[in-house]
């Protein structure tokens, strides 16, 4: 069985917290409720992986994914806390050349928080969102952002 439970230490931005194997069994069910994160307006995603046990292809291919659907969303995937074996498995693969990896969460946020801002600071790419704008998860997870 697979849990994620999420956090919102800013607006734009989520931190799930991945606990159970992520293999063939689960990794849909990492895959969906990601992307709902994702698709709710949180473009910048961190998975803690420190509770996460085994991690199949399928799992790889999750993150890979996942990875694809942030940055499409104007955001990014970072993972943090990797297990030994997983990260054993990203170097071999050579993913971990494309996914951020990280010590801690807090890293992950801070790195994060500091790209977002460099990027909102010089514009952007035309047509991407700079951040100003009150997205489904700040409103959920932050009164104060929502406009009405």
Partial sequence: MLQLTVQYPRPGLAIASVAGDVDLHTADTLRREAMEIIQQGCPHLVLDLSHAG????AGLSALIGLWHA???AGGGLGLAAVPDRL?????LTGVDTILPVHATSAEAVATMTHSSATHAATGG?????????????DRAHNP?????
């Fill in 54 to 57: 085994f991690c199949d292809s």
């Fill in 70 to 72: 942030a940055q499409a």
């Fill in 87 to 91: 990260m054993r498995m990203l170097v």
């Fill in 125 to 137: 790419e035309a047509g991407e969102p700079t951040g100003a704008e009150p997205r489904a998860c």
């Fill in 144 to 148: 104060a952002a929502d406009p009405s």
